[in-house]
């Protein structure tokens, strides 16, 4: 299916949330304010909802330890079905769901500790609850769905009918323009034909959320049963990593389904996709907070342990420089993941830049963890856990967890994916008042609207770029606490950082105009910028609430502080990077590789890759293939 550049961006924009209705720390974060009172004070967090959600989690544990194998699912690639079977008596599959529907009825805190315990116990098994509560079928139903599709799907669901999400086809990604399913009405039904790419849990599932796309309505949801005639999966893909999820190829041929079963209004379908992922995407920030949390544990046991030169290797700089990033960061993770849990359960905020910025950062930044106790273990690190076990030492899964922590830097949205669709809303505020001035397709008129309206907000909002308390040396006082690091410092530099990013982004919108969006790796570092000053923003304020509850107080402070210092480093290097870069050399010479002006460079090698087309055609007529689909009783 072809469909223009601009036809693909007007779908996209189709199905963005238009208005801001609720306040959002990081909307603000991005136009240079600093509004610390969104997040600070903290709530207490005390009350039934978490006394129930600590109850569970004392369960889980315990489940974690005695029943679930992480090494046998790593060896068989499958989740065994009693596993499953102890995850429903658990109700684990009902996290989210409300009590009326006989879920749990937890908040996204409770989940997302959730989701970072058993991950840890198991990636998969993490993979396998998130897919099906984060984007499967409760979610857009919980959002959107009517109450008697709650009443029909929900309980269900609650019980342990494992659902999954199909939205990804073979030749379409992250550019749903293309989608090439459709549903056709028919009656009181819709037929449904496609096939869908990479649906994790689709293999196993009972409920499936599909998305097709209604001839001249658009795309559109459907839950759809998964033993419904003429839905086969035709495979079940393996993965470098999370070697137990049960992800497959989906076909859908001539599948029958009720409009009873459609979510929302025809056309809608991407809309409610995207909303959905608005909290789904936390369940990825839990899943890599718990694994920064698990590395830095075998980082510290181990460098105590191993000795070097007559002292335990975390002793020596280059070691002891390692933990240090992997413990201030990890805190850092685990203080994002909170907040944005927080604002999540509170919902009287718009989290979906700060739910976004969580996704981006921990999976990029776990990723690093992980890499950097591979480095420490050294040839241990590189060793499987069997291996090492079988040898006579402890089974460490150091490579496994690099390995499986690498999805989620393509998971929910790519890393290049996630920075254009946050600066995409980093910068609405400009596109409302001056979007008319760079659109190609504006007429006179609209024009001359747009550039009355841009005149006075920039008129407004460009002076209070100038200044602000980030130059006052006592404001933000209450994290200047006596004998603690002073947090307050490092506040003010994010007050300073976040002016000059809006500064930046607008001098960006002036230069550049409507070629702007074509600027993707300027557009990466401005969202990076932003990603770090909100993790340390969420870093101070998590330390703070720990102290005023006499929780670790110090050592979150001490912790909080080595972050802020990492992490300004990091900033600075970025806003340097801004308009001191190789980008034009960069692109002029990607320009030559894709021209094939290189491929002497390639000359000397053997090419492993077996025969074949880069994408298989989904029209294939592949009805001989054997349906691997399975249910877990």
Known sequence: MTVSEREARRVAEAARQQDWHQPSFAKELFLGRLR??????????????????????????????????????????????????????????????????GGLGLGHVHYNRALALVGTASPAVGALLSAHQSIGVPQPLKLFGTEEQRKAFLPRCARGAISA???????????????????????????????????????????????????????????????????????????????GIENGVTRLRGVRVPAANRIGAEGAGLKIALTTLNTGRLSLPALCTGAGKWCLKIAREWSGAREQWGRPVGKHEAVGAKLSFIAATTFALEAVLELSGELADEERHDIRIEAALAKLYSSEMAWRIADELVQIRGGRGYETAASLAARGERGIPAEQMLRDLRINRIFEGSTEIMHLLIAREAVDAHLKVAGGLIDPDSSFTQKRKSATAAGLFYARWLPTLATGRGHLPLAYGDFHVSRHPNLAAHLRFVERASRRLARATFMAMSRWQGRLETKQVFLGRIVDIGAELFAMSAACVHAERLRSHEDHGREAYQLAHAFCRQSRLRVDDLFHNLWHNTDTTDTALASHVLSGDYTWLEEGIHDPSTPGPWIADPTEDTALHKNVHRTIE
């Open 36 to 101: 610390l009172d969104l997040i600070h004070p903290r709530p207490d967090p005390e009350g039934p909802g978490a006394r129930r959600g600590e109850r569970f989690l004392d369960r889980l544990r315990a489940f974690c330890a005695e029943r679930i194998d992480g090494g046998l699912i790593e060896r068989e690639a499958r989740i065994p079905d009693e596993v499953v079977a102890g995850l429903r008596d658990l109700g684990a599959f009902g996290m989210k769901i409300g009590e009326e529907y």
């Open 165 to 243: 999400f199909l939205l990804t086809e073979p030749d379409v990604g992250s550019d749903p323009a293309r989608l090439a399913t459709t549903a056709v009405p028919d009656g009181d039904s819709y037929v449904l034909d496609g096939v869908k790419l990479w649906t994790t849990n689709g293999v196993v599932a009972d409920l499936l959320v599909v998305m097709a796309r209604v001839p001249d309505r658009g795309i559109t949801a459907f839950v759809v049963e998964a033993d419904s005639p003429g839905i086969t999966v035709e495979q079940r893909n393996a993965f470098m990593g999370l070697r």
